[in-house]
T-cell receptor, first 114, second 115 residues
Framework: AQTVTQSQPEMSVQEAETVTLSCTYD???????LFWYKQPPSRQMILVIR??????QNATENRFSVNFQKAAKSFSLKISDSQLGDTAMYFC???????????FGKGTRLHILP | DARVTQTPRHKVTEMGQEVTMRCQPI?????VFWYRQTMMQGLELLAY????????DSGMPKDRFSAEMPDATLATLKIQPSEPRDSAVYFC?????????????FGPGTRLTVL
């Protein structure tokens, strides 16, 4: 069975700093997708970034980028020039086309300090 | 600005009562997902529909939960009878793709408290 692990329950960084959130996963599949979702205090889940496993290139979205290490089964999220609005819970998620399930990690609560 | 809407946003009920949560997917989206979020279990997929047909409800307790799509603009999740352990935030999400890996747009959630 697939698993997703986020080892950092909570983190705090100063505004404008760079922060990296870690995520590891376990699967025997070769074709799959990985996601980072943001859940601010408003509770709305927002897709931050999506990575397809067969693509070597790391996905980026403005200040958000991932470091996808397929062999190590690692999928970390880097937030550059962090802003107060980045304060939220961040969830890593995994899905594979073969079983059509989605599995979320337990989340990392990120605080951006002024 | 197209959004997924969910009603009610908050619901407090007594154990044993029926609870119905509603979701209006983004117009034109053909896939609808129901999730449950708790502190202990995190975020879990309960069920999802494509073109109004249920594709997978293996994450849902069958004895008391039911999910339906009476039409393309409405999805419902019903709990009967409700129990305190059902207290959670229930999210609906919708998407345009054929696969669960395609982008999903989440609603604001319904916070359910069962006393």
């Amino acid at each position: 069975a697939q698993t997703v692990t986020q080892s950092q329950p909570e983190m705090s960084v100063q505004e404008a700093e760079t922060v990296t959130l870690s995520c590891t996963y376990d699967t025997s599949e070769s074709n799959y997708y990985l996601f980072w979702y943001k859940q601010p205090p408003s509770r709305q889940m927002i897709l931050v970034i999506r990575q397809e496993a067969y693509k070597q290139q790391n996905a980026t979205e403005n200040r958000f980028s991932v470091n996808f290490q397929k062999a190590a089964k690692s999928f970390s999220l880097k937030i550059s020039d962090s802003q107060l609005g980045d304060t939220a819970m961040y969830f890593c998620a995994f899905t594979s086309p073969r079983d059509d399930k989605i599995i979320f990690g337990k989340g990392t609560r990120l605080h951006i300090l002024p | 600005d197209a959004r997924v809407t969910q009603t009610p946003r908050h619901k407090v009920t007594e154990m044993g009562q029926e609870v119905t949560m509603r979701c209006q997917p983004i117009l034109g989206h053909n896939t609808v997902f129901w999730y449950r979020q708790t502190m202990m279990q995190g975020l879990e997929l309960l069920a999802y529909f494509r073109n109004r047909a249920p594709l997978d409800d293996s994450g849902m307790p069958k004895d008391r939960f039911s999910a339906e799509m009476p039409d393309a603009t409405l999805a419902t999740l019903k709990i009967q009878p409700s129990e305190p352990r059902d207290s959670a935030v229930y999210f609906c999400a919708s998407g345009l793709g054929k696969r669960i890996s395609d982008t999903q747009y989440f609603g604001p959630g319904t916070r359910l408290t069962v006393l």
